[in-house]
């Protein structure tokens, strides 16, 4: 018996002679030095466990300073390394809505990492149960879902967070600071570039007739989805981003990493006038291939807004993907531009940052050693641990209680971020649409995109509309 032990020994008696048979132990003397007592441990679902989902899963689990009750996952081959390091007892589910309904007793919180058409059913369903929602990006498949998220979140007043990690670094801090403090003046324009995708995109849908693995749920990987043929390789795993049935392309893969410091330090909410062009894929001459299901290989996105609360002029936002980006700037010296970057225009000066809201930088970056840059002094609040702790820093929120503490990409901010850059993806399947065949065929929707966020609503182009929300397969819901 150690001396720790014979105190404890000692404590309860004395505790129990002084309170007769009641009495209450404080839990660090009943477990020792760093016991978590299980009633301090935030439970949680994981739907979906693989690919993202692990990163998203174990970081909320924290070596074990949580509690991981189950998971649910079409593919626990994919999940197989999540599995290995968590305990053994933990329950699996095929079906994210047979988790819900049978642990929504046992469950204080829910991350969802699941393709992008799965995101917003299985999050609405969490929330209307009450569950602190982590859900990765984009926040939805389309601007509808999004909406109802961002409304959800208020109505229900549960934690939530999108996966857009980067939205936790101090680079976002940084250049709101360097905003505010007006080092670069008034901004006009800004640049965001990509070198995704980095799957399969601009191809033809695939075709054949398949025998589906025996261990893989294929019509519950499809979800609320429009059915369709299984083929081995073609969408699971990860190429599911490059079909727009399933996912949301190169914009919405990395939008929501790229753009979140943009929309955070302009305080930006709905674009206004949204246009595009997109490469087009020749096997043959004169006329183009027509692939319609697919997302294109390239494009370019300028969206329009007015004036902010923090920006008093209006501002064009131009999106570049698929190996295109902006002119080097005469302030950037000699080097080549990042690999994904964003750049900012104002009447002032210029700023800069990597991927994630990483490195920000001023331009010329001789300016970075000016007084007046030095002298602006941290005033916002920073995340521990910074992108890495962005799932654990939701994970505190969730055991603080909703309005305790704030995250970095809660929904109302995710959400209308989400909106915008799916407004981006409907002027690119816009510009896809054609009427007619060959050389003949019409492109009607090549024109710049009136938007009324306010009521979801595309004003000039209504053949457009059909892509602000879905019909869910029958057996699938929102709400």
């Known amino acids: 018996m150690t001396e720790n032990n014979n105190s404890r020994r000692d404590f309860i008696k004395k505790t129990s002679l002084a309170m007769g048979s009641f009495y209450i132990v404080p839990r660090h003397v009943l477990g020792g030095k760093g016991f978590i007592a299980p009633s301090d441990k935030l439970n949680i679902l994981s739907i979906g466990a693989g690919g993202k989902g692990e990163s998203d899963c ?112 101090d680079g976002r801090r940084v250049l709101q600071e360097w905003f505010d403090a007006g080092l670069i003046g008034t901004v006009k324009r800004v640049h965001i570039w990509t070198d995704r995708p980095v799957w399969p995109q601009g191809i033809a849908t695939p075709t054949g007739k398949f025998d589906i693995p025996t261990d893989f749920p294929w019509d519950l990987w499809l979800g609320p989805a429009p059915s369709r043929d299984f083929v081995p390789s073609a969408y699971h795993p990860f190429k599911w981003r490059g079909w727009w049935d399933f996912g949301t392309g190169a914009l919405g893969d990395m939008g929501c990493h790229l753009l979140d410091g943009v929309f955070k330090v302009l305080a930006l909410t709905y674009p206004t006038e949204v246009q595009c062009s997109v490469s087009s894929i020749y096997t043959k001459d004169w006329v183009p291939e027509y692939l319609p299901d697919s997302c294109p290989p390239s494009s370019k996105v300028t969206f329009q807004y007015p004036k902010t609360t923090k920006n008093n002029s209006p501002i064009e936002i131009i999106w570049y993907d698929g190996g295109i980006k902006p002119d080097i700037p005469a302030e950037w010296g000699d080097e080549p531009l990042w690999s994904n970057g964003v750049i900012y225009e104002g009447t002032k000066g210029k700023m800069a ?27 916002l609040y920073r995340i521990e641990n910074q992108a890495s702790g962005h799932n654990y820093h939701w994970v505190k929120a969730c ?70 929300a879905r019909k869910y397969r029958d057996g699938w819901k929102l709400g």
């Open 58 to 169: 174990l970081l909320a689990y924290n070596k074990g300073t949580e509690n991981v009750v189950a998971i649910a996952d079409v593919d626990f081959g994919r999940a197989a390394n999540t599995l290995k390091q968590l305990p053994a007892n933990v329950k699996k589910y095929k079906d994210w809505r047979e988790a819900l309904e049978k642990e929504k007793n046992n469950i204080d919180a829910v991350t969802i990492s699941t393709p992008d058409h799965h995101h917003a059913a299985a999050t609405l369903a969490a929330m209307e149960l009450g569950k602190h929602v982590y859900t990765q990006k984009p926040l939805t498949h389309n601007i509808k879902e999004a909406r109802m998220l961002t409304e959800a979140a208020e109505k229900y007043k549960v934690v939530t967070q999108m996966g857009n990690q980067g939205s936790s670094n």
């Open 399 to 468: 055991k603080s209680g909703h309005g305790k503490m704030e995250t970095s990409s809660p929904f109302e901010f995710a959400g209308p971020l989400t909106e915008m850059i799916l407004m981006g993806n409907i002027a690119i399947r816009s510009f896809q649409y054609r009427e007619g065949e060959g050389r003949g065929g019409k492109y009607p929707g090549r024109k710049k995109l009136l938007w009324d966020g306010k009521n979801m609503n595309i004003t000039n182009f209504d053949y457009a509309n059909q892509f602000v």
């Open 353 to 379: 940052n990597e991927l994630y809201n990483q490195n920000p930088t001023l331009l010329p970056k001789s300016r970075m050693t000016d007084s007046d840059v030095v002298k602006v002094k941290p005033k």
